[in-house]
């Protein structure tokens, strides 16, 4: 027979996490005021909140924790990971940041102004975040079939060239500091963007003069469906694939948290001396001094390892094989998410699970709320209390789409986990009819609501 598919490691060391019964979590998730970012994680059996900084680290990694060097300055940890990352990424320059955010603030900071306008493919919430803080307009130009989520696509995260090409029309190149192509697009489901679509933005960019950036979060990831998925790369190495992607690119801002599996770290790389010398004035003032910018020697060493690791096939197999097997367990089940499953999480679509829960009660929180009653399992709303309100009118906003992301931490569960989700979304989904009332809100902040909000059941 076939030998079946299995992990590309063992495991050495072990974490236990707790069960518990229904009664506690009613009353834990009720002192929590209804809010999954409140819960203690001793509370949650199953977490996948997030796969930032929730991986597994490696031996090697590990190992590589314990060779640190802390100098202040010029340390043996910084020139590893500036070798690994002009080897891997192709940048010469690079900046390490504490975390991804970080370096879009040290990159933001050195190159927008009030009016600029930015546009890219769903840029992610931080991004869109230090854009619109300095005043400056992200345009959206995402192809439209990603927010259709039956629509099976290989690379449903693209670019829509003509739509970016109107935005460079109708502003001045002086005006446009930068496009950013994010890879995979978390935005849009983890969806992955073709090596063509990489080379048309860029060329797209350069033939307007205006700098490409791409933001590389799961760029390892995005590597990996080009191989499985576009013609004239199943026989190129993820490193070779990842070469070719990120060299059509003139920046590359990484949250190290997710591709190259470490709990925390980041970094900005570039090509260009003069924006090096730009954004270093604001590393040091925000981060640290240039060669750790907010990192530990320790930690530079692990992100360094983890690039490397993390560019193999086998480790980027077992991943997203996790993630599909979840996905095709929901299949047989019927429980509906956004099509096809993408890299780091699956994410459910909570509007066609609930029916019966009107808009303004909440939908994708109250499907977030009764999966982890079921079974202490928690995922996160991307959905109207996420969208928050309008800033002009104070109304809520309803987005076209109420989605519970389920994200798979790296090497963290086993498919035996995967099991357990996917049962507990399969019960949820057949006593969906009973699912009538949603939540309201008692409390919240002005920005940023969904950290902190509290809310009631709806009477
Ligand atoms: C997580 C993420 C960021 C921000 O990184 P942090 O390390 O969380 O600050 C930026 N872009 C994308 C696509 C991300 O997934």
Not at 48 to 67: E, F, K, N, P
Not at 227 to 244: F, L, N, Q, T
Not at 261 to 289: I, P, Q, T, W
Request: net charge negative; aromatic share 8%.
């Amino acid at each position: 027979m076939e030998i079946p598919f299995s992990e590309a490691y063992r495991i050495k060391m072990v974490e236990p996490i707790h069960k518990s019964t229904r009664e506690q979590r009613e009353q834990w998730i009720k002192q929590a005021h209804y809010n999954l970012f409140s819960l203690k994680s001793s509370q949650v059996f199953i977490d996948v909140l997030t796969d930032s900084g929730t991986g597994a680290m490696s031996d090697r990694q590990w190992s590589g924790m314990m060779l640190g060097d802390e100098s202040y300055a010029g340390a043996s940890s910084f020139q590893n990971l500036k070798d690994a990352v002009e080897k891997i990424c192709t940048f010469p320059l690079v900046i390490p940041t504490h975390q991804g955010r970080a370096a879009e603030n040290v990159l933001y900071s050195a190159t927008l102004k009030e009016g600029d306008i930015v546009p890219g493919n769903s840029h992610f919430d931080t991004t869109k975040g230090h854009i619109e803080f300095r005043k400056a307009v992200a345009v959206d130009c995402t192809i439209d079939a990603a927010s259709n989520t039956e629509l099976e696509l290989p690379f449903k995260g693209e670019m829509d060239l003509n739509k970016l090409e109107d935005c460079f029309k109708k502003y001045p190149k002086e005006q446009i500091p930068m496009c950013v192509l994010t890879v995979t697009n978390n935005t849009a489901g983890g969806q992955p963007v073709s090596m063509k679509n990489v080379r048309e933005t860029s060329e797209l960019c350069h033939k307007y003069g205006i700098p490409l950036q791409i933001d590389g979060a799961r760029f390892a990831e995005n590597a990996y469906f080009i191989k499985m998925r576009e013609e004239g790369y199943a026989d190129k190495s993820i490193k070779e694939i990842v070469r070719e992607m990120l060299s059509y690119a003139d920046i590359m801002t990484m949250s190290s948290k997710k591709d190259a599996v470490v709990n925390m770290g980041g970094f900005l790389a570039m090509r260009d001396e003069e924006l090096y010398h730009k954004c270093s004035m604001y590393a040091v003032m925000n981060e640290g001094f240039l060669t750790y910018g907010g990192m530990n020697g320790r930690d530079m060493n692990a992100l360094a390892i983890g690039l490397d690791e993390n560019t193999e096939f086998d480790m980027l197999d077992t991943r997203i094989r996790q993630v599909a097997y979840l996905g095709s367990k929901l299949d047989e089940y019927g429980v509906p998410y956004q099509r096809p499953a993408g890299g780091h999480a699956i994410f459910l679509d909570a509007k066609k699970i609930l029916t019966h829960v009107p808009k303004e009660q909440f939908i994708a929180q109250t499907l977030g709320i009764e999966l982890y009653l079921e079974a202490g399992i928690r995922g996160v709303e991307i959905g109207s209390i996420l969208a928050d309100r309008d800033p002009k009118t104070g109304e809520n906003r309803y987005p076209k789409l109420e989605l519970l992301r389920l994200a798979i931490p790296r090497r963290t569960y086993t498919n035996n986990h995967m099991d357990v989700i996917a049962a507990a979304c399969k019960n949820v989904y057949d006593r969906r009819e009973s699912i009538t009332r949603g939540y309201v809100i008692t409390r919240e902040l002005p920005v940023l609501r969904h950290f902190t909000v509290e809310l009631e059941p709806a009477k």
